[in-house]
Structure formats: C-alpha cells, structure tokens
C-alpha cells in the first residue's frame, strides 16, 4: 500500500525567502506526482504535474522535482510571499489509486 | 465545463437523514474520484471510477456510502442514515484518462455538516 509522507508538517517563514517542502513515498510504481494548494475552507488547486519519467517540472517562482527510485519530491518556492501562505499536498498516481500525504502548511509573514 | 463542479457547495443535515452529494466532471474526463477531508486532517479516499470499469469502492466507509457514475458522466455520493462524523468536506476529482499521464482536477467540494 503506497504511503506519502510530507516534511514537516507546518513551516512559518518571512516573506522573501526561498524554501523547499518535502515529499517522500514508500511504492516507486508511480505513474506521476502532482503538486497541489489548498486554501482555509477551500478544494486543492493543481500547482505542477511531474510525469514519472520526468525529473522536475517549474511553473513561475515554483519547482518541483522527482527522484522516483528514491521515492521523493521536492516543491521549492522561490521569493515566498504572503499569498503563498496555505496548505501544501503532494499526491502521488499509481494505477488506480491517486495516494495524498497529510500536507505542509506554510504561512509566509509581511 | 470548464472545470469539476460540485453540488451544494454547503449542506447541513439532520442526523439520521439520507443525503446526496453531486459532481460533475470536465466533459471527456474518464476517471473521476471521490474523497473526504474532515476538519484538519488528510484527504481519505473514498471510491473512483474508470470509464464504465467496476468502480474501486475500497475506500467507503461503512455500506451507507455508496456512489454511481454512468459512463462519463455525472456521478453521486450518498449517504444513508447520516451520523455526526460523517460530517465533512467531499471533494471529487476528475481526470483525463485513467492511466499514466493526466493529473487531477478537483471541485471546490460540498461541506457537509451533520447535526
């Protein structure tokens, strides 16, 4: 049964700086892994998609790479910014299931 | 449409009340998720459906959950006999095919509070 496990569980930073969350999984049987933010009250918005034969994809001041025979990605937010300040899930697709970790939840303060 | 819609957006219910929850997926999307958040925790998944594949029901969690989706189309989650911790958001996810290759696109959800 595939596990995603997401480090750490909550980060609180100043506005500017770079940082990086975590994702790891126990199956490397993936199809992809996707990246997603969830807002207070609100459904997951899909932020990257990294097929399992890519390596990273980027998309504005975020990156998001994959090492699937190590079973991690990482999401790297460039120049954080108090609108980025939300929950942060990885996802992870096998055949038939889509396997969520508990997610990170970042504020980014003024 | 343009992206999952999902019906009511909020519903409260009185304990021991049958309840059905919609969504409606992108137009094309083969593959359609459901999952429950309750307050501060993960998204547990639910059942998914491929096409006209026998859904995965793996994941309800007791039988007064069920679902159904005819083909591609809209599918429902109900619940029977409404119990306090089945109070929840509901999200549902659809995608473009059901193998490799397409991410997910989620609904805004339905809140479900039962009193």
């Known amino acids: 049964k595939q596990e995603v496990t997401q480090i750490p569980a909550a980060l609180s930073v100043p506005e500017g700086e770079n940082l990086v969350l975590n994702c790891s999984f126990t199956d490397s049987a993936i199809y992809n892994l996707q990246w997603f933010r969830q807002d207070p009250g609100k459904g997951l918005t899909s932020l990257l998609l990294?097929?399992?034969?890519?390596r990273e994809q980027t998309s504005g001041r975020l990156n998001a790479s994959l090492d699937k025979s190590s079973g991690r990605s990482t999401l790297y937010i460039a120049a954080s910014q108090p609108g980025d300040s939300a929950t942060y899930l990885c996802?992870?697709?096998?055949?038939?299931?889509?396997?969520f970790g508990k997610g990170t939840m970042l504020l980014v303060s003024p | 449409g343009a992206g999952v819609s999902q019906s009511p957006s909020n519903k409260v219910t009185e304990k021991g009340k049958d309840v059905e929850l919609r969504c409606d997926p992108i137009s094309g999307h083969t593959a359609l998720y459901w999952y429950r958040q309750r307050l501060g925790q993960g998204l547990e998944f639910l059942i998914y459906?491929?096409?006209?594949?026998?859904?995965?029901k793996s994941g309800l969690p007791s039988d007064r959950f069920s679902a159904e989706r005819t083909g591609e189309s809209v599918s429902t989650l109900t619940i029977q006999r409404t119990q306090q911790e089945d109070s929840a958001v509901y999200l549902c996810?659809?995608?473009?095919?059901?193998?490799?290759?397409?991410?997910?696109?989620f609904g805004s959800g339905t809140r479900l509070t039962v009193v």
């Open positions: 996810a659809s995608s473009l095919v059901g193998g490799a290759g397409s991410g997910y696109t």
């Open positions: 459906f491929q096409g006209n594949s026998a859904p995965d």
């Open positions: 996802a992870v697709r096998g055949y038939s299931t889509l396997t």
């Open positions: 990294i097929q399992s034969s890519q």
